[in-house]
Every structure is written in C-alpha cells, then in structure tokens.
C-alpha cells in the first residue's frame, strides 16, 4: 500500500519510519510459516474473492488465532473456518 500512494500520510515520509512508528507502539510483523502455508493450501475460498494477498492473511489470522478488523464484507466469509473477523464501518 506504501508504494502504490494507497496510505496516505504526511506524518511518515518512509516505509522505515512507518515501520519504527508501528514497532513503538508494540505492533509486530509477523512472518509468513510452513504453518501458514499448510492452513493457506486447505483455506476454502469464498465465492468470487480471488485476492491471494488477502488469503495469505486469513490463513496467518485463523493459524495464529489473531482478529482481523476489516471493512472488507469478503472476509466475514472465512469466519465458519475459525477466522475471527471484527466488521470496521468506515
């Protein structure tokens, strides 16, 4: 998203200072495991939600037992495979 122009900020001029700025205040990048890789190869995908970006972070979500807060309505599909989704009005 930070290089497409998609996150819009004038507070942040580089992706290093996005990434210090997430790191304090505790929020952590997690890498992507065998682990998740075997949920993501099982994950059943919705009808017409063909992003395998957003398949990637649903296997990471329902792995490693971590919300995904989303305005996105395709996710709420996943919830029935363990995904715990919390629906963010915009």
């Given at each position: 998203m930070y290089k497409s122009g998609d996150f819009k900020t004038s507070k942040?001029?580089?992706p290093t200072e996005v990434f210090d700025a997430l790191n304090s205040i505790g929020i952590e990048i997690k890498p992507i495991t065998e682990k998740h890789l075997r949920c993501y190869s099982e994950l059943e995908t919705a009808k017409?939600?063909?992003d395998p970006n957003d398949h990637i972070i649903i296997a990471q979500a329902i792995s490693d037992k971590i919300p995904i807060i989303s305005s996105d309505?395709?996710?709420k599909e996943y919830v029935g495979q363990g995904l715990n989704?919390?629906?963010n009005r915009r």
């Amino acid at each position: 998203m930070y290089k497409s122009g998609d996150f819009k900020t004038s507070k942040y001029k580089t992706p290093t200072e996005v990434f210090d700025a997430l790191n304090s205040i505790g929020i952590e990048i997690k890498p992507i495991t065998e682990k998740h890789l075997r949920c993501y190869s099982e994950l059943e995908t919705a009808k017409g939600h063909k992003d395998p970006n957003d398949h990637i972070i649903i296997a990471q979500a329902i792995s490693d037992k971590i919300p995904i807060i989303s305005s996105d309505n395709k996710f709420k599909e996943y919830v029935g495979q363990g995904l715990n989704f919390v629906f963010n009005r915009r």
